[in-house]
């Protein structure tokens, strides 16, 4: 029998822990690393990884696979860019607790939040839960690809609880407010990571209402936060994790900083350069840092780069959405819509034509100018694309270059490609049009790389190529300022995401833990153009994105994927509470 499962040869082994690389092999058995250096014995199976890099499985605690974890092993596109473990059920949505006459309510809160098609999750959810755990119990029948963790979502809590009082501004009594926290407990005590909820008046179900959580009072969130408190202490781990417009008459730092102490429990937050935060980012780390020096665990989630909205023709927004002549074909199928928007008849009609407003929400009017009008912040998406484009990519220069329109360099950029063609904006973090603010933080311990929304904004944006983002970009190709390095970015998107959600088991490579690893040609590594599938549930679309460079990733030991193509292993399950290491096991 041979003495191991399966051996990495000879790479650049980055271990998560930002230590310096070093050149060695990995043995892994029965789906834990065995031994890291030089290893002697025979496996059966051996990777050679001579030249490559070979890392830690990443660890992705900001996504919203909650319906499709459901129903899909492979868990695309999370696991193209190699993710091997997700934390899902943020910003307060998600599927449990679900009472039978409040699914369509879930869904469609689901859908206005997240952008992910409510057809999909109603044809894919078989809703074989009531309660929290019953839900986890549901999780854990499928196995994937990755494993997954799931807090529990305030949206779903107060609509089991409130039921029909479930209304924008709503206010629970002390009664309503005992029962939230007895679920959230038994939540977080089942196996729940944490909980999530959403204050951010950008977050509307379909039906253009405020999610739950928007209006909730400091108190019923720190009386939640107190329950997980109890539930940590009786063996649990507990993260509360927020979305906020973080206005400051709205104090949320101090709420924050005072649940973390009292609770014993670590509060993590979307930390944004945004128009819907009055506080700039610089203001919101420096206030999240003096509730820190005054005891509290707040920790600021960051994005890798802008993020907004990737616009083209088919199946997002578009730059002529409001304009009379859109109207008339948006509701054709594609073949039919191509054909009017390639015709230089239709074109020259729409492009005469003013935008109406008539029907656009009021509140993100700003956005919809942006979106309609804001061509020096709209980017040509070249074959090579930077996503830290400087001025002379926008549409407004290029077509300035080109001698045309702006909205007629926009509409034939779109019509690229056989109407293919995709211009980006990036409407968060991108303020100074450049990333140079990002990178203290990507060296600061009180924040994390997160917020990719794996599975969610089907229609509009692919973050969850984030990790792939932060290699190609941060690490090996940035142009425009000061890059990372390789030891940092692993840390950054292994160790430091696991820790902060109690998964102490994944994250480094060393005798004892998960054998969840990458072996990446760094040469390689290249994010993919995306595309538009309609491989949901229901024929439901999203945007997807691939990336070269990923040789293998391997999930408990089974090679998961090689050379971006999945293999059909499902090694991953359901992570219940906090994990720990096999050290002591691995040193015998």
């Known amino acids: 029998m041979p003495a191991f499962d399966l051996i990495i040869r000879g790479g650049t082994i980055v271990d998560g822990t ?29 990777i050679d990884a001579l030249g490559k890099v070979v890392a830690p ?86 196995p994937r690809s990755v494993d997954i963790g799931t807090h529990v979502p305030h949206g779903a809590v107060r609509a ?61 969130l720190v009386a939640i936060g107190k329950a997980m408190g109890r539930a ?31 609770a014993g429990i670590p509060v993590t937050f979307a930390a944004l350069e945004s128009i819907a935060k009055e506080m700039p980012l610089k203001e919101q780390i420096e206030t999240m840092r003096a509730e820190n020096d005054n005891g509290a665990n707040i920790v600021a989630q960051i994005a890798l780069r802008g993020n907004g909205i990737i616009m083209a023709w088919q199946g997002t927004v578009n730059p002529f959405a409001f304009r009379p002549s859109w109207e008339t074909i948006k509701e054709l199928p594609w073949a039919e819509q191509k054909a009017k928007l390639l015709d230089p008849a239709f074109k020259k009609r729409l492009l005469s034509e003013a935008n109406d407003y008539t029907e656009a929400p009021m509140d993100i009017i700003g956005v919809v100018m942006v979106i309609t009008q804001g061509w020096a912040l709209q980017y040509e998406m070249d074959p090579d694309f930077d996503y830290e484009p ?41 303020a100074e049009g450049n990333l140079d603010f990002l990178h203290p933080l990507q060296h600061a311990d009180d924040t994390v790389n997160s917020l990719s929304d794996g599975g969610a904004h ?17 690490v090996k190709s940035r142009k425009r300022g000061e890059r990372i390095s390789l030891e940092n970015a692993i840390k950054r998107q292994c160790r430091d995401t696991a820790v902060l959600y109690g998964l102490e088991d994944r994250g480094i490579i060393a005798p ?66 906090p994990q720990r290491a096999e050290l002591a096991e691995a040193a015998e």
């Open 390 to 430: 400087d001025e002379t990519a926008s549409v407004n220069a290029r077509a300035q270059a080109a001698g045309v329109d702006p909205q007629e360099y926009a509409y034939d950029m779109l019509c690229a490609d056989d109407g293919t063609g995709f211009i980006y904006l990036p409407i968060l973090n991108y």
């Open 18 to 46: 930002g230590a310096e690389r070093f050149t060695g092999d990995v043995a892994i058995k029965d789906g834990l690393i065995a031994q890291v250096g030089e290893v002697r014995g025979d496996a059966a199976e051996e």
């Open 232 to 262: 940590k202490d009786a063996g649990g781990h507990a993260v509360f994790e927020m979305a906020s417009d973080l206005q400051r008459d709205w104090n949320e730092f101090g709420w924050m900083g005072k649940l973390s102490r009292e």
């Open 57 to 142: 499985g990443f660890v992705d605690i900001h996504t919203h696979y909650d319906g499709q974890a459901t129903w899909d092993q492979e868990m695309a596109p999370s696991s193209w860019h190699g993710v091997t473990t997700v934390v899902m059920g943020n910003c307060g949505v998600g599927f449990a607790p679900a009472k039978p006459d409040r699914h369509e309510w879930l869904i469609s809160l689901m859908e206005g939040v997240e952008d992910i098609p409510g057809t999909a999750l109603a044809e894919g959810i078989t809703w074989e839960w009531e309660t929290f755990p019953e839900y986890l119990d549901a999780l854990e029948k499928l």
């Open 512 to 577: 004892g833990y998960l054998a969840d690893i990458n072996v990446i040609d760094m040469d390689a590594i290249k994010l993919g153009r995306p595309w538009l599938a309609f491989d949901l549930p229901a024929g439901g679309k999203r945007l997807l994105q691939k990336a070269d460079g990923y040789v293998c990733t391997i999930k408990n030991g089974a090679v998961t994927f090689r050379d971006g193509t999945w293999t059909g292993e499902t090694p991953g399950g359901l992570i219940r509470g």
């Open 160 to 220: 089991y609880v409130l039921e029909e009082r479930e209304q924008p501004g709503a206010v629970p009594t002390d009664d309503d407010i005992a029962k939230m926290c007895d679920i959230v407990e038994e939540g977080v005590r089942a196996g729940a990571l944490g909980f999530s909820t959403s204050r951010t008046v950008l977050h509307k179900s379909v039906d253009g209402e405020l999610v739950p959580g928007t209006t909730a009072t400091p108190e019923e």
């Open 458 to 474: 089907c229609g509009t944006i692919c973050d969850a190529a984030s990790p792939t983002f932060m290699l190609e970009h941060w």
